[in-house]
C-alpha cells in the first residue's frame, strides 16, 4: 500500500531553488521543497509519477535551505517565490513534523525579505502554521487554496482524504482576514468530472459566498502513470475517457513530453466561468500562458497583476 510514510523512507534530499520563465514572458523563482503529490488527489500528477511512473521522491530539509539561500545571495536574492510548488504540508493527510518544517523554512524566507506565494488544499486545522505566518507577515503571504468541487460525491471519488471544499473555502477565509493575499484554484477541471455547467457555477457561488473575490482555474494535466492512477482509484471507463481527451490535436501544447487538454476543450468551459464571474463579481486571473498550455495561471509576486482575460487571449490567438 502506498502512503505518506513510505515516502519519508525513501526520500533523497534535492534542493532546487531556481528561475523559470514562464510562456507569457513572467520570470520567477521557485523553491521545489519536495516531490510527493497532493494526498490521495487521483487526478494528481506528481503523485503519478511517484507510484507508477519511476519518479524519485526528494525532500528539502531547513537545512538545504540555508544553503540554497546563500547561493541566491551571490546573484540577487528574490524578491519573491512560489514555495513547495510539489509538495502540500498543509492539508490533514502530511506528517506534523513536515508540516512544523516547512512553516519555519517559511519564516526564515519571509524574514530574509522574500515574499512567499504557495497552493494547498489544507483546512483550517492543519493550515494553522500559515495562518500564524499570515498574521504576522500579511500580504508577504501569497496562498492558492486547491478546489475541486463542492459536491461531495465527487470529492469522494476524486479526492479521497482531503478536507471538504467548506472547509478548505474556510481557511482561505480566515488567512485573508488574517492579512494573506488569497486566490482560490479552481479545478484541476476534468471533463465530464467537474466541469458540466452547474457545477462550475456552484463552485463559483460557494467561493463568492465566502468572501473571495480571486479565482485560477486549473486544468488536469496529463503525467507518467495517471491513467493507472485513475483507473485504480475511480474506474478504468474514466481513465479511458480522461486520457482520450490528452490524444486529442492540440493536446501537446504543453510539449511533446507534458499533454493537456486541447484549447476548444478549455475555451468552452471558460466561457462558463467568464459568465459566473461576471454574474457574482469575481476576478478570473489569466495571462498568456494559458494560450501556451499552462495548466493553471501564473502565481505572480505582490501587487496582484491580473492580466486579459483568457477569453480575450483565446480571441487574440484564433
Not at 531556481?18 to 519536495?34: E, F, M, N, Q, Y
Not at 521522491?57 to 510539489?86: I, N, T, Y
Not at 474514466?238 to 476543450?265: D, E, H, K, Y
Request: aromatic share 6%.
Amino acid at each position: 500500500m502506498f502512503s505518506m510514510k513510505d515516502l519519508f523512507d525513501t526520500t533523497v534530499s534535492k534542493p532546487l531553488l531556481s528561475v523559470k520563465r514562464h510562456a507569457c514572458g513572467a520570470p520567477g523563482w521557485r523553491l521545489d521543497t519536495g516531490l510527493i503529490g497532493v494526498g490521495e488527489a487521483a487526478w494528481c500528477p506528481d503523485r503519478a509519477r511517484l507510484r507508477f511512473g519511476g519518479a524519485r521522491a526528494f525532500l528539502v530539509s531547513e537545512r538545504d535551505l540555508e544553503q540554497q539561500l546563500e547561493r541566491a545571495r551571490r546573484v540577487k536574492a528574490p524578491d519573491w517565490l512560489l514555495f513547495a510548488p510539489h509538495e502540500d504540508a498543509f492539508t490533514p493527510h502530511a506528517l506534523p513534523e513536515r508540516r512544523d518544517e516547512l512553516v519555519r523554512m517559511m519564516k526564515r524566507l519571509l524574514d530574509s525579505g522574500i515574499a512567499l506565494t504557495l497552493t494547498t488544499r489544507g483546512d483550517v486545522v492543519s493550515g494553522q502554521g500559515l495562518v500564524t505566518l499570515a498574521k504576522q507577515y500579511g500580504r508577504g503571504l501569497s496562498v492558492r487554496v486547491g478546489v475541486f468541487s463542492t459536491e461531495s460525491r465527487v470529492e469522494e471519488k476524486w479526492e479521497r482524504g482531503l478536507p471538504t471544499a467548506a472547509r478548505r473555502l474556510a481557511l482561505a477565509r480566515l488567512l485573508s482576514e488574517s492579512g494573506a493575499r488569497v486566490e482560490v484554484e479552481l479545478g484541476p477541471i476534468v471533463p465530464f468530472a467537474n466541469d458540466d455547467v452547474r457545477q462550475l457555477k456552484d463552485s463559483m457561488r460557494a467561493i463568492a459566498r465566502s468572501g473571495l473575490g480571486v479565482v485560477a482555474p486549473r486544468w488536469i494535466e496529463d503525467a507518467p502513470g495517471l491513467e493507472r492512477q485513475i483507473e485504480a482509484e475511480v474506474s478504468p471507463s474514466t481513465a479511458r475517457l480522461v486520457t482520450g481527451w490528452f490524444r486529442q490535436p492540440g493536446s501537446n501544447m504543453g510539449g511533446a513530453s507534458r499533454r493537456i487538454l486541447p484549447l476548444q476543450v478549455r475555451k468552452s468551459r471558460l466561457e462558463h466561468l467568464e459568465e459566473a464571474a461576471n454574474h457574482l463579481g469575481v476576478q478570473l486571473l489569466a495571462c498568456g500562458c494559458s494560450d501556451a498550455g499552462a495548466c493553471v495561471s501564473c502565481h505572480v509576486g505582490e501587487p496582484i497583476r491580473v492580466r486579459a482575460s483568457q477569453l480575450e487571449l483565446f480571441g487574440r490567438q484564433a
